[in-house]
Nanobody
Framework: EHLVESGGGLVESGGSRRLSCAAS????????VGWYRQAPGKERETVAC????????YYKNSVKGRFTISRDNAKNTVYLLMNSLEPEDTAVYFC??????????????????????WGQGTQVTVSS
């Protein structure tokens, strides 16, 4: 099982970026998927989570209305579209997966450390 994040880079404040979380060796369709970020000197925080049916979605308050999480099952990929980016969004962004059963969505939001399936991260830098 392997997750690979991509799409990071340098973007000006107010700009947009779309991150991708691609899976190999297993299907994301049957998983809860979360996006997380960690800025230098700060703790990792949950940015967004999406359930297997796409009807259950969580966003961190500071990204609501700006970020959109979605999945493309045909491409076995989950995306994070980030609009109106702010310097405070600068961080390494990671994705992780959780089982649908046994409270996977709750774990995605509240206990990401419980996942044993993480990507390597992609750096997003927003210039002011």
């Amino acid at each position: 099982e392997h997750l690979v994040e991509s799409g990071g880079g340098l973007v000006e404040s107010g700009g947009s970026r779309r991150l991708s979380c691609a899976a190999s060796g297993f299907t994301l369709e049957n998983s809860v998927v979360g996006w997380y970020r960690q800025a230098p000197g700060k703790e990792r925080e949950t940015v967004a989570c999406i359930g297997d049916t796409d009807q259950t979605i969580y966003y961190k308050n500071s990204v609501k209305g700006r970020f959109t999480i979605s999945r493309d099952n045909a491409k076995n990929t989950v995306y994070l579209l980030m609009n109106s980016l702010e310097p405070e969004d600068t961080a390494v962004y990671f994705c992780a997966t959780f089982p649908v059963v046994n409270g996977g969505f709750r774990l995605c939001v509240l206990n990401p450390a419980s996942s044993n399936s993480w990507g390597q991260g992609t750096q997003v830098t927003v210039s002011s």
